[in-house]
């Protein structure tokens, strides 16, 4: 179970930087989105891996730590807000400049022209 969670928690977070490196607002949002949901795992497994194990302590021998259960849930809350938020103002952004590239190279995408290469330029 903990070898499954870990391959899930570094599948998650490596979409998530691979997509955030993208030159697109939306994929970049897809990429927080995937990160936000690997730190929840990983918070989530900070508690204990364990079936059928109540979050109340006393209650059986062995518990699952509720604190980062806690944790997660709030997480989820302030995630879906922010993500609720960070799409509003990418469509925003789109409306208002007619693209949705998250770099300065827009023009020269849209024209055609060849890109330059970054040495040299400070």
Same mark, same amino acid.
């Given at each position: 179970?903990?070898?499954?969670?870990?391959v899930?928690?570094?599948?998650?977070t490596?979409?998530?930087?691979?997509?955030?490196l993208r030159?697109?607002?939306?994929?970049?949002?897809?990429?927080?989105?995937?990160?936000?949901?690997?730190?929840?795992?990983?918070?989530?497994?900070?508690?204990?891996?364990?079936?059928?194990?109540?979050a109340?302590?006393?209650?059986?021998?062995? @518990?699952?730590?509720?604190?980062?259960?806690?944790?997660?849930?709030?997480?989820? =809350?302030?995630?879906?807000?922010?993500?609720?938020?960070?799409?509003?103002?990418?469509?925003?952004?789109?409306?208002?400049?007619?693209?949705?590239?998250?770099?300065?190279? =827009?023009?020269?995408?849209?024209?055609?022209?060849?890109?330059?290469?970054?040495?040299? @330029?400070?």
């Amino acid at each position: 179970m903990e070898a499954l969670m870990a391959v899930c928690i570094g599948v998650l977070t490596a979409c998530g930087v691979y997509l955030m490196l993208r030159a697109r607002t939306f994929p970049v949002v897809m990429g927080l989105m995937l990160l936000g949901y690997a730190v929840n795992l990983f918070l989530f497994s900070m508690g204990r891996l364990a079936t059928d194990a109540p979050a109340v302590i006393g209650r059986a021998e062995s @518990h699952a730590d509720p604190l980062p259960q806690a944790l997660v849930l709030t997480a989820i =809350v302030i995630g879906f807000a922010m993500t609720a938020y960070v799409v509003i103002l990418v469509i925003r952004a789109r409306k208002t400049l007619n693209h949705d590239y998250v770099d300065d190279r =827009v023009n020269e995408r849209a024209h055609g022209a060849p890109e330059k290469s970054r040495e040299g @330029h400070s």
